[in-house]
């Protein structure tokens, strides 16, 4: 391992390491007020929705909400369908995989 | 911890962990091309932890760019975790420090859901979600090893990898949907992060988005028990 990359993963683990430590070791045990709390409960499914769609819509990095053109999306259809009915993740994490290598390899 | 928070935490991880699995794998084929060696990639998932960050060094490093420009693009990419930290805090109360530390180094996008989810629906403790954070850990490190020893042998679609994660965040996506008010926030979200990625072409509209939806949830929700809450929210009007 060079010296370089030996930095680059010090740097990287420190600027991942504290905003993942520091909210925790200041908040953990104080009383949070109602508001923030409030706030607070809709982060997960903001950050979720966040992740997703600004994932899904994009192919080769724009734009891009055609369905076969972007292979992405009607997998993302289905896990959704089926996460949804079955409730099962790693069934419909599979299922979106196959999907995916489908629509890249054979269609 | 005892050997049941262990037995029950890991249950539900499985799927997650089981999911690292290709992903690591990939990661670390795309780090060992990338010009890094098994040790290196050993560390980096040791010390870093963040898989998204670790696909985005290997492209980086493939493209020539430098140190400095690589640790700053994964401060903004990881910077989402300083709102699953403080949300996941109120969770975590009268917790060692040894115990906290931990946890939050193993606080990554998954285990943040599962652990909201789990914490929410019931029946569980911050001692499972650190025996399943520990899990998802475990099975991120091995994999990439494992990833960086196969090398660039095995050629899988890179979208078809990166889809795994996608898949998995689609899960956890279902799972927040706890009422109508997050249903809105999710849309939001997802909107907002849409036409922010596409107009500043920037990881950072993830947060922003994120910050954006999660105020209209809250502005929502206090709107909508203005009048029980009356004096309450009077107190935090500026």
């Known amino acids: ?107 | 911890m005892t050997k049941k928070d262990w037995l029950e935490g890991c249950k539900q991880m499985i799927p997650v962990a089981v999911g690292y699995i290709p992903l690591g794998i990939a990661g670390g084929m795309a780090l060992q091309s990338a010009g890094f060696s098994t040790f290196g990639i050993f560390l980096m998932s040791l010390l870093v932890y963040a898989g998204a960050a670790q696909f985005m060094t290997a492209s980086m490093a493939a493209a020539g760019a430098t140190v400095p420009s690589i640790i700053l693009m994964t401060f903004f990419l990881n910077l989402r975790h300083l709102l699953m930290s403080s949300s996941i805090s109120g969770y975590l109360k009268k917790k060692s420090y040894p115990f906290l530390l931990l946890f939050s180094h193993t606080l990554t996008d998954e285990a943040f859901g599962l652990n909201t989810h789990r914490f929410t629906t019931g029946n569980w403790s911050p001692e499972k979600g650190l025996a399943a954070n520990i899990l998802a850990y475990s099975s991120w490190v091995l994999s990439t090893v494992a990833g960086g020893m196969i090398g660039t042998t095995l050629h899988i679609h890179t979208a078809v990898v990166n889809y795994v994660l996608i898949a998995m965040f689609i899960c956890m996506l279902l799972e927040q949907f706890v009422s109508k008010a997050h249903l809105v926030v999710g849309i939001v979200a997802g909107i907002s992060a849409v036409i922010l990625k596409a107009l500043l072409q920037h990881n950072i509209s993830l947060v922003i988005a994120a910050l954006i939806a999660s105020f209209a949830g809250y502005l929502l929700d206090s709107r909508r028990q203005e009048k029980p809450e009356k004096e309450e929210a009077m107190q935090y009007d500026k």
């Open chain 1, 1 to 107: 391992m060079t010296s370089s990359q030996m930095w680059l993963i010090i740097g990287m683990a420190v600027v991942t390491y504290l905003p993942r430590v520091l909210p925790v070791l200041m908040l953990s045990n104080r009383e949070i007020s109602a508001p923030l709390k409030k706030w607070m409960s809709f982060i997960p499914v903001a950050i979720f929705s966040a992740l997703v769609f600004s994932d899904i819509f994009f192919w080769n990095d724009t734009f891009n909400a055609h369905p076969f053109d972007n292979a992405k999306l009607i997998p993302s259809i289905i896990v959704f369908y089926l996460a949804y009915k079955t409730k099962n993740m790693l069934l419909s994490m599979m299922m979106g995989v196959l999907a995916i290598a489908l629509m890249l390899y054979v269609v």
